[in-house]
């Protein structure tokens, strides 16, 4: 799906029932999973799955809930080697007609990203690839992956290590040598 385009999955405010759920479920083809994991950076995404529930909230709100499943895979942060990760997760999102405005000179910004201004159009699709993208690992890691030591220095000379690096190394040093001293014999 290109930027600024609607989806399938997108439900016309106006059309949607204001006593009742709307219920949906959606299930992207290859080619879908192939367009979100390239949007998001993955390397890939094995299934991927978003069904849930539009729901009137008072007379000009909506609420959408649902769960989330999927089966991403990235690239590890350390070796690059794939690192396969499952997400399973509910999701919701309130839709405002008015959103809260902060009041007074200073207010707190909350984390609560489930707060969404009320447009023409709720789309569970963008949704779900929201959803997806907060919930996979900002950091992946293939088990025991470590970095390993480099060290950089001018041809001829001794290299500082991250060990000569700590500023209290020296110190401890001397301090290990004065409580244990050679033993004169």
Known sequence: MKPNQISPNAYRVADLPSKK????????????????????????????????????????????????GATVTQSCVVTLKPVTTRIDISVTREFLSEKPEPTGDEYEITEDDSIEELGEFIDAYSVMQEALAIAAPDYPRVANAQLEDSVYTEPGKIALTDEDAKPFAALANLIKQTENPEKEG
């Not at 991927?48 to 649902?66: C, H, N, Q, V, Y």
Request: aromatic share 8%; net charge positive; glycine share 12%.
């Open 21 to 68: 759920v709307t219920r949906f479920s959606i299930r992207p083809d290859g080619n879908h999973r192939n367009n979100t994991s390239q949007l998001l950076g993955f390397e890939g995404i094995k299934k991927l799955d978003f069904t849930g529930e539009i729901a009137p909230m008072g007379k000009r709100d909506w609420r959408l809930s649902g769960k989330l």
